[in-house]
């Protein structure tokens, strides 16, 4: 009589008999993670300034470095030097979003609060930021993660 064990028959085969070796791709590579988020860091780089030179034209104000960063929480930020930093994933947003976090942190150089006057700075471009704002904070409330 044939004999054949269930192990055998449906493929289980004990662990220690087999080591599996995972390699890792060189940087050099076809690309990976990294070369994808240091494409779009430029590609929001050059968005950015794009858009400050534009709405610039109307504030005309002046800052320090622009710098696109890898935010966990935060969509831009303005320093007291007035440098300004964003994050590189305003890149997925839609633009009336982006023009409204873009006009939002320029308009601090000029009144760095949240003040009255700070958000007639920001309506003077962006009329409707009350509903952009919501907007923006619907996308972060429902989305999985910003990381």
């Given at each position: 009589?044939?004999?054949?064990?269930?192990k055998k028959l449906l493929g289980i085969v004990p662990v220690r008999h087999y080591r599996i070796r995972i390699r890792r791709r060189r940087v050099g590579g076809l690309g990976g993670?990294?070369?994808?988020?240091?494409s779009q860091k430029e590609e929001a780089r050059s968005l950015v300034h794009r858009k400050l030179?534009?709405?610039?034209?109307?504030y005309n104000l002046t800052w320090g470095k622009?710098?696109?960063r890898n935010q966990r929480s935060r969509w831009g930020s303005c320093s007291k030097k007035g440098n300004l930093n964003f994050n590189y994933r305003i890149l997925q947003l839609p633009e009336p979003l982006q023009d409204y976090?873009?006009?939002?942190?320029?308009c601090h150089l000029a009144a760095f609060n949240h003040s009255k006057n700070f958000w007639a700075l920001v309506a003077e471009q962006i009329p409707n930021h009350l509903a952009r704002r919501r907007a923006l904070h619907a996308i972060v409330k429902n989305s999985i993660s910003i990381s």
């Open positions: 009589m044939f004999k054949i064990s269930l993670p990294k070369r994808v988020y240091e030179e534009l709405f610039n034209l109307h622009v710098a696109i976090i873009i006009v939002h942190e320029l």
